[in-house]
């Protein structure tokens, strides 16, 4: 190999210990939005933490984004018209705050 060549070495990926697998607490106001969703509603948000347990990490089809104008405050796309709202705890922790249509997030 030329001198001015640099190697490329493939990164290692971390270890389950570095990084623990993805899990969620919920808050009371979570469970009050999720008692009055629609089925197809709670089917998508049953679907999306279902998948969070299974994989240990936020899928690309999550799509999580930082809720504007709040500085803790994420959310997560469990279907075209659902959003869950969190936060992120110390060792890959989320804790869910709300889960419902567009508007819970003016209220997250």
């Known amino acids: 190999m030329p001198k ?3 190697s490329r070495q493939k990164k290692k990926p971390k270890s389950q210990k570095d990084n623990p697998p993805l899990t969620y607490r919920t808050s009371e106001q979570f469970w009050e939005d999720y008692s009055n969703l629609s089925e197809s509603q709670e089917k998508d948000a049953d679907r999306l933490l279902q998948k969070i347990v299974e994989h240990g990490k936020f ?13 803790d405050i994420w959310y997560l796309r469990a279907s075209r018209g659902t959003r869950i709202t969190y936060e992120k705890l110390p060792d890959n922790v989320i804790y869910l705050r709300r889960v419902g249509d567009h508007k819970i997030l003016k209220t997250p």
């Open 4 to 6: 001015n060549m640099k």
């Open 59 to 71: 899928t690309p089809g999550m799509k999580p984004k930082k809720l504007p104008g709040h500085r």
